[in-house]
């Protein structure tokens, strides 16, 4: 599975953004698929993720209300929707896909990853 994000930039506080990550191959309802940040220094954090489905997600309680993870198995892509952005959300965004995962808020559980795109929230 190849992962390619888009969507990222610069965005006041309080703004709204929409990342989309596209996904190659033919069985991408197969995988589960989340999205995890990062910023200089720091581990990389997860953020949402979201079964093979569609019908179960699951968001960091630092952005419950206002992220949303979303799939589109039809056209092979994954969406991130963030709203009432602060500064700490800044940072480079990755979406990452895997199976048979033990835990799915866990980064090393998943296979693949994109190449991250860079979310700043400034006035």
């Known amino acids: 599975v190849q992962l390619q994000a888009s969507g990222g930039g610069l965005v006041h506080p309080g703004g709204s953004l929409s990342l989309s990550c596209a996904a190659s191959?033919?069985?991408?309802?197969?995988?589960?698929m989340a999205w995890f940040r990062q910023t200089p220094g720091k581990e990389r954090e997860f953020v949402a993720w979201?079964?093979?489905?569609?019908?179960?997600?699951f968001h960091n309680p630092s952005v419950e209300g206002r992220f949303t993870i979303s799939r589109d198995n039809v056209k092979n892509t994954v969406s991130l929707q963030m709203n009432s952005l602060k500064p700490e959300d800044t940072a480079v965004y990755y979406c990452a896909a895997g199976q048979r995962l033990r835990d799915r808020s866990s980064q090393s559980d998943y296979d693949y990853w994109g190449p991250g795109t860079q979310v700043t929230v400034s006035s």
């Open positions: 979201i079964i093979g489905s569609g019908r179960v997600t």
């Open positions: 191959g033919r069985t991408f309802s197969t995988y589960d």
